[in-house]
């Protein structure tokens, strides 16, 4: 198998190189701080990969917005200063271990199982999500039933992933990947898979 060699060798993705074809996908972990701020345990989780010889790790989910984006409690955001700073420490170390680093950013939308700033949640229908919350992410029961976004809200969605989109850039993120799967927000608009 002469083609499993391409694995490790260097190529380009996008405007990043990336010393081989080796990536780390993003996965739930809800190890910040209750304020959203990524911990030196997360820098050390990530940095590890980087160190194991990881050519790009993703993150996991950081939220956008400060009223129906998390969908967890100790989920990390990027929405202020001191949130973009913690990760700043994060990338930074990612760099310094010979690795890239993209940032997923995520709106959960109606399949909340926590949320630090409001109770209620925000979907593209007032329908109820299929299954309940995982008490692995500290939720418990069903889902709540969504309001249906206002148009103002959806606006306010869309600002926030662009906001925290440039956010990322700053704290040094070698780029953002928007999730757009597994139920969440953006995927509500377009599969029948979440509702019942």
Same mark, same amino acid.
């Given at each position: 198998?002469?083609?499993? =060699?391409?694995?490790?060798?260097?190529?380009?993705?996008?405007?990043?190189?990336?010393?081989?074809?080796?990536?780390?996908?993003? @996965?739930?972990?809800?190890?910040?701080?209750?304020?959203?701020?990524?911990?030196?345990? @997360?820098?050390?989780?990530?940095?590890?990969?980087?160190?194991?010889?990881?050519?790009?790790?993703?993150?996991?989910?950081?939220?956008?917005?400060?009223? $129906?984006?998390?969908?967890?409690?100790?989920?990390?955001?990027?929405?202020?200063?001191?949130?973009?700073?913690?990760? =700043?420490?994060?990338?930074?170390?990612? $760099?310094?271990?010979?690795?890239?680093?993209? &940032?997923?950013? @995520?709106?959960?939308?109606?399949?909340?199982?926590?949320?630090?700033?409001?109770?209620?949640?925000?979907?593209?229908?007032?329908? =109820?999500?299929?299954?309940?919350?995982?008490?692995?992410?500290?939720? =418990?029961?069903?889902?709540?039933?969504?309001?249906?976004?206002?148009?103002?809200?959806?606006?306010?969605?869309?600002?926030?992933?662009?906001?925290?989109?440039?956010?990322?850039?700053?704290?040094?993120?070698?780029?953002?990947?928007?999730? +757009? &799967?597994? +139920?969440?927000?953006?995927?509500?608009?377009?599969?029948?898979?979440?509702?019942?």
């Amino acid at each position: 198998m002469t083609d499993a =060699k391409k694995l490790f060798e260097s190529f380009t993705l996008g405007n990043i190189t990336l010393d081989n074809r080796v990536g780390v996908a993003p @996965m739930t972990r809800i190890s910040a701080t209750s304020e959203g701020l990524a911990t030196d345990q @997360m820098k050390s989780y990530y940095t590890s990969f980087a160190r194991g010889g990881f050519g790009l790790i993703i993150t996991e989910g950081i939220y956008t917005d400060d009223k $129906h984006s998390p969908g967890y409690i100790y989920q990390p955001g990027i929405i202020n200063d001191e949130q973009e700073q913690a990760w =700043k420490k994060v990338v930074d170390s990612v $760099h310094q271990a010979g690795a890239k680093i993209i &940032a997923q950013l @995520m709106h959960t939308g109606a399949v909340v199982h926590g949320n630090p700033f409001n109770q209620d949640s925000i979907g593209p229908s007032v329908v =109820k999500p299929k299954g309940e919350k995982s008490e692995i992410y500290e939720g =418990k029961g069903p889902f709540p039933t969504p309001r249906e976004a206002t148009k103002e809200e959806i606006t306010e969605v869309i600002n926030g992933f662009v906001n925290v989109a440039k956010r990322a850039k700053s704290a040094g993120f070698d780029g953002i990947e928007i999730h +757009g &799967a597994n +139920g969440y927000l953006l995927d509500e608009f377009l599969t029948d898979y979440t509702y019942r």
